[in-house]
């Protein structure tokens, strides 16, 4: 495996364990005191792990790969008691296939009186396993009682180090301290959650003494970019031409199908105010994209006679229509917004909806006029992440709730709008907003990004552009740009269509 390829293996699974830690409520955050004496803001208890079957799994797999790649040479696993037990019993017997080795706290009064129960001989090296390390004081004790017995261990392996003098204690003594996660990884990932704000951060890091002077930011820190930017789905996206069989969404069949005849996964934002101005750009860029999203509601001069030369033109030069609503109402009010002064479900092939309102509101009222032939409406797309700094769709939880909506309703639920690939089913296409290849931000909350970054690292589909193309002076040109780079980079390793 390349060494980019096991960085960003190795930053997907810490983004992983620390989504999972945050769910499982690992991180407290109040005031405790520490064994040391000090006060301390955030409280970290693994303990909470071993009570999810999936984290406890997933730490000691990544404790298992950290122990294969470091080249340790062992005989046996040691857990240090007793927090480190359940990981050193999942990692020896299912992942490492090694002996498991359990050591007392004191020696039985009766029978074998061992200090150390397992398979094992004089002279043997042991891997040590230990949930979190501070001092290295418990470390240091057990080893003591290894080498009373002839055994050895020269490498201990962590999930966290609170990097508070233990790393170099156990140096020392002989011992490498190898951790999953350390303080740094820990606050920078809670800090780019939204979990602690910049306040808490300072907080934190001055009442545990560590020795950061900012908060990281994701730009300087490429394994904490790999942190914030994967997708929360790792696995790869499924040929084109097999997703467009697959998929039993009509409208995804016509989205993927237009996909592929027209080469082009664009869909241009069309952020202009009237009538003229946004079908003078359709015609421009009607043969290049994908789709053309709209604001009706930002058009002064909208009628019925505006979305009527829209549908022609829609119907003459193949795209979808894409109305960008974000209904976030009661099911009842979404109801009549979609039926108001502007008809949307008359003219529009797809709208937002916002996934706040929760599922009772969204599903069974979409869902009537969607299977109303009636309507052109023919699906809708749940925003699971939004572009905007700051956005509150980072809070704990709101994503996977969103996805949770769509996977009950795939009938109604086309895909999403996020920033990174939220679901792996290969049905739910994944749009993404907060695309630029020329700028990075505008001065009203707006974050861009690149091409590469949208479709490649972060595995979207469909990249959403506007002022990209619409306030440049030669949007053909902009428009063929960005068609050409993101159509590569979807296709790229896409045996279905080169
Ligand atoms: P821009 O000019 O590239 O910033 O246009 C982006 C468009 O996508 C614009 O119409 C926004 O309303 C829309 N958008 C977004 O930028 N970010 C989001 O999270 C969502 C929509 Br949802």
Redesign the pocket.
Same mark, same amino acid.
């Given at each position: 495996m390349s060494s980019l390829t096991e960085n960003t293996r190795n930053g997907a699974l810490k983004r992983n364990l620390l989504r999972l830690m945050l769910k499982a409520n690992v991180f407290k955050f109040g005031e405790f005191q520490l064994k040391s004496g000090q006060i301390s803001p955030i409280y970290i208890d693994l303990r909470e792990c071993f009570g999810h079957h999936e984290l406890a799994m997933l730490i000691s797999e990544a404790i298992s790969q950290q122990i294969e790649s470091s080249g340790a040479q062992y005989s046996g696993v040691l857990g240090i008691p007793y927090a480190a037990l359940p990981y050193a019993s999942i990692a020896a017997s299912n992942y490492l296939k090694k002996p498991l080795l359990i050591v007392r706290k004191e020696a039985k009064s009766y029978g074998t009186k061992k200090l150390i129960e397992g398979l094992y001989q004089p002279n043997d090296c042991l891997v040590l396993i230990e949930d979190v390390v501070t001092t290295g004081g418990s470390i240091l004790d057990v080893v003591k009682t290894l080498h009373a017995e002839s055994l050895t261990a020269t490498d201990v392996f962590c999930i966290l180090d609170r990097e508070q003098g233990g790393s170099e204690k156990l140096q020392n003594a002989g011992i490498t301290l190898h951790s999953l996660l350390d303080m740094n990884t820990v606050l920078t990932f809670l800090f780019s959650t939204g979990a602690i704000s910049e306040a808490q951060w300072y907080g934190i890091v001055q009442a545990l003494n560590l020795k950061y002077t900012t908060p990281t930011k994701f730009d300087i820190c490429n394994e904490i970019e790999d942190l914030r930017s994967l997708p929360f789905v790792d696995n790869m996206r499924t040929p084109l031409l097999e997703r467009e069989s697959l998929t039993e969404s009509p409208l995804n069949k016509k989205i993927l199908s237009i996909m592929r005849t027209k080469k082009s996964n664009l869909c241009l934002?069309i952020?202009y105010t009237t009538v003229d101005e946004v079908l003078q750009m359709v015609e421009l860029a009607g043969p290049f994209v994908l789709a053309i999203?709209v604001?009706a509601d930002a058009i002064v001069d909208f009628s019925e006679e505006f979305t009527k030369k829209l549908t022609t033109m829609a119907n003459d030069m193949d795209f979808i229509i894409f109305e960008?609503r974000?209904f976030a109402d009661t099911g009842n009010t979404n109801l009549l917004q979609l039926h108001g002064t502007q008809k949307i479900a008359s003219w529009a092939d797809v709208v937002?909806v916002h996934a706040v309102q929760g599922n009772d509101s969204i599903a069974g009222v979409f869902r009537k006029v969607i299977q109303d032939p009636a309507y052109r409406l023919k699906g809708i797309l749940l @925003?699971a992440q939004?572009?905007?700094k700051g956005s509150l769709t980072s809070l704990n939880g709101y994503t996977e709730s969103a996805v949770e909506i769509a996977n009950d309703n795939r009938d109604v639920v086309s895909g999403f709008?996020t920033q990174t690939r939220v679901s792996a089913c290969s049905d739910l296409l994944n749009w993404t907003?907060?695309?630029?290849l020329d700028a990075k931000s505008?001065s009203a909350g707006?974050q861009?990004r690149g091409v590469d970054q949208a479709i490649e690292i972060q595995q979207n589909d469909i990249v @959403?552009?506007?002022?990209?193309v619409?306030s440049s002076s030669e949007p053909v040109q902009q428009l063929k740009r960005y068609r050409q780079i993101a159509w590569e980079a979807l296709t790229k390793n896409d045996t279905s269509i080169n």
């Open positions: 934002a952020d999203k604001h960008d974000k937002t @925003i939004l572009s905007t709008i907003p907060g695309v630029n505008d707006q861009w @959403i552009v506007g002022r990209g619409t």
